[in-house]
């Protein structure tokens, strides 16, 4: 009968012991291996029952790191070795490391490189460890034969380089005992292989030379059966594994499948479980941005800190590891970016993370069209990822195509529900104001007027356009401005039509102090002015010119008097419906646009081809975007280039810059106006701001200084303003349309005269804040004389 080993709930290092005790009570020369009985004499008995026993232990060691320290403590004690250790074969990165040397688990494992030179060391056979040895070659049978003799390799005939990966294994273990390192290559590597393979080399570092021959012959006739228990052991950590990783799986289904409502939360959790999947330190989810052929990132994480939002990082369809992903369509292993070609480093520096190793995927939904690229940064615990992280990337790629086709599919049915609820919101709004059909009539019969005919300055860049009236005079000047442009009769714009699309428009916008229609009416006549110049005709074509004019028209359509970032910090149903893409109100500017377009006898543009068609709306588009200052801000080097380059007429960036840079001077023409006027329309700007300010402070926030009507110095913001962001756009204006130059020189005029206001009120001691100031006729008085004086001095 056998003796059970029961397993003992004490530390490793007591089961450990405890194991090794049980085990040096066999014969070291016992035959583990019942095919190779004539290397013993030892009878089947003994040699069953050492069999079941070293069973026993590795049912009871599964983990192969405690399974090794038990086998090095009996091979030691059985064969006399100073040193023991295994030399595992990783398949899943073809490499050959060691991790345990004795019972001491190493504080990081030593990796001696490719398999491939452990199996050289065992095809040169004997006492030929050299890679340069070229003598006669033993071929390595795959699998075990008993006919196969044993195969040592004596360390002293190892390269410099694999004798100094043996030397550090050993030392470890020898600096502990206190024994110097020199004598460590005394030693043996001995063949481990199995039915299965090639499992493992077996290092022993002798006593001495004299010992050698003992010690091997001690080890030889269990080398199959210490083989194939490593076998069963790394068999059944990969079982576990595998059933760890399925629960894993089921468990980040459930957690990325329960996110589909929100997409930063749904990328949010694949970075984590993708991590949590292949021991990563970091993940990034690169999204791909068709509109703008680049991989966005907006969820980067840190180690401890998953949920921290760093930044978005926008990176080229065409650059960097990821870029090259996205581009084949092919998974990359990458064990050191910095050695490799396609490495894009810039993103360390900006998010200050150093990359060692890289796995990074790409992701496709069902009909193989790319939907983003994973990127998995530094391997924990190895120097690189294995196949086997490729193998569970590859099979995790499709759970992230799923969830993020189905989060993508989700958001536009919940875009498609706001669209209609907006839609919906339009119609009710233009309902309870609906156009009679004598409106219609009205500017359809007569004819259209001379644009002198509101005034006789009406095409100068210094006349203000609100002072001809309001409502019905702004739909008759509109229609001037339409056809002393040509567009009429050029794109054969029907009368009746563009009539009800002008009062549809008009309808469009809301009763606000500054965002309305007059405000539009504004910005559609200084566009007016630009588009008669020459250059500007010269520059730009006929349907850029058409579409740089109904733009400016329609820029601000049902405005709701607060900023971007009311709307996204309030989550209102448009920041939900645009936040994803920036520019929120700009975005819903353009859908009302378009929403009217689509209405019965409003498309204007119903005579164009197909492609002319979609080239206006393009346009529109584009230009309508560009009334965002934030959007402004960020391409105004580009702007800068192209002023100080030259306009280039052939080149499609220079059109669409100076397409945005005029509907963006459109937009703030009021500060080219003489200054009564100017400051009139600031008082509408900040009567919207501190309304704003109001409703923040509601809801409990701190409004901006701007905002606040306690705190807010209106001169103050003015200058700022007008350094930042006016006084730019009119000088790169003036300088491609030298014609323009004059609108500069009043907002240069414009900014003394706020300069003057503000000295006053600090020397008079008047309060700043508030908009009472503004309506002062003698502090206006004041502040003209003193800028008189001032100019006569400089004369």
Known sequence: MRRKLEATPAGNGVHCAKVV????????????????????????????LLFEQLLDIAAENPDMIHFQQVLNKWIRSQTGSRVVAFLLISRECNACFCQVCGDELLKEAVNCGDASVLYRLFLLGGSAGSSEETGKEIILPPTYSPDTPPIFVDTKTLNEAFREKVQRIAASVDKTEGKPPNDSLCGTIALLQARCGFVAGLLMIHQNERTKDTERQVIAPHLHMIATLLSIVANVEEQKRLARQSQIFLSMAQNVFSSLQDMNLLVRNITKEAKTLVHAETCSLFLLDKEHSELVAEVFEKNGTSDEYLTEIRMPLSQGIVGHVASTGQMMNVSDVYNHPYFYPKVDERTGFVTRNILCFPIKDSSGNLVGVAELCNKIGKQAFTRHDEQIATTFAVYCAISISHCLLYRKLQEAHRRS??????????????????????????????????????????????SIG????????????????????????????????????????????????????????????????AAVRNALTELERLSLFVACLCHDIDHRGTTNAFQL?????????????????????????VSILNMEECNIFDQLTRQQYQIVLDNIREIILATDIAAHLRKVDRIKKMVEDGYDRASNEHHYLLMCLLMTAADLSDQSK??????????????????????EKQMGNRPLEMMDRDRACVPKIQLEFMDTVALPVFDYVSRILPDVRGTYNAIVLNRRCWQVLDQILKEEGLPRGGLDYLRNADLEEKVMKRIAESDEQQR
Not at 427 to 433: A, R
Not at 451 to 460: E, G, L, N, R, V
Not at 485 to 494: M, P, V, Y
Request: charged share 25%; hydrophobic share 40%; net charge neutral.
């Open 21 to 48: 005790y049980r085990l040096a009570s066999f014969d070291s020369s016992s035959d583990l291996d019942p095919e190779s009985r004539k290397h013993s004499a030892v009878d089947d008995q003994h040699h069953q």
């Open 569 to 593: 910090q309030s989550k209102t149903p448009l920041a939900q419906l645009y936040s994803s893409e920036g520019s929120v109100l700009e975005r819903h500017h353009f859908a009302q646009t």
């Open 421 to 466: 609820h907006m839609a919906a919101e339009l119609l009710v709004q233009g309902s309870t104001l609906s156009i009679a059909p004598e409106d219609i009539l009205r500017f359809t019969v007569r004819d259209i007027p001379a644009s002198t005919s509101f005034h006789a300055d009406f095409t100068q860049f210094f006349f203000v356009p609100r």
């Open 674 to 695: 003489d200054f009564r006027n100017s400051k009139a329309i600031a008082e509408n700007i900040y009567k919207e701001f501190f309304s704003q300010g109001d409703l």
């Open 470 to 533: 309001t409502g019905d005079t702004y739909i008759e000047a509109s229609l001037s401005m339409f056809k002393e442009l040509g567009f009429i009769e050029r794109f054969r714009l029907r009368r009746r039509t563009l009539a009800r699309f002008l009062l549809m428009v008009q309808k469009g916008y809301r009763d606000v102090p500054y965002h309305n229609w007059s405000h539009a009416f504004a910005v559609g006549h200084f566009c007016y002015l630009l588009v008669r110049t």
